[in-house]
């Protein structure tokens, strides 16, 4: 799970019960998750940064393509079309990018006030990333429509977990 606020509604929706492992680099997702009885939490250190509220490593990257991760929740401070999706801070490029090329799906998490916007850091392109969340609606395979707009849900059909 990435770090940022936006993920935050989702952690705090995580039911008391469920039994699931969440690996984060963020204090914030972190402590929130630790609470739960069910959670298993593999909190990924290195240097605190206080402005994202997360932790950097050189090695975090090699850490992430080590774990079986099915899911990936991901955040981009901006969500650019043909630009792709990117975050203020460097030193969140290297996990989110592992999160990316590990998972089994991938899922980015945002506000729609992110989209059509450009940051410093890139991270990935937009057909990188398997569903966009947003808290209006829900977007399948990344690539397939421009940002903001629905995309063609190829899985009708299928449950979403």
Do not use: W
């Not at 630009?83 to 801070?89: I, P």
């Not at 506000?111 to 890139?122: C, L, Q």
């Not at 395979?141 to 059909?157: A, F, I, R, V, Y």
Request: contains cysteine; positive net charge.
């Amino acid at each position: 799970m990435d770090c940022g606020t936006t993920l935050m509604p989702l952690v705090t929706g995580l039911p008391a019960d469920q039994s699931l492992t969440v690996v984060t680099y963020a204090l914030n997702v972190a402590s929130a998750v630790s609470v739960l009885p069910g959670v298993r939490l593999i909190l990924l250190g290195g240097v605190y940064h206080g402005a994202s509220r997360s932790f950097a490593s050189s090695a975090m990257g090699d850490a992430i393509r080590r774990l079986g991760i099915n899911k990936a929740f991901l955040s981009a401070a901006g969500v650019h079309r043909l630009k792709g999706l990117s975050c203020f801070h460097f030193h969140e490029v290297a996990p989110k990018q592992a999160a990316i090329a590990t998972a089994a799906y991938r899922l980015l998490v945002v506000d729609e006030s992110k989209f059509g916007v450009i940051r410093p850091a890139r991270f990935a392109g937009l057909e990188e990333v398997d569903e966009v969340i947003t808290a209006e609606k829900a977007f399948s395979d990344g690539g397939s429509g421009g940002c903001g707009q629905p995309k063609p849900d190829h899985n009708q059909g299928r449950a979403r977990q």
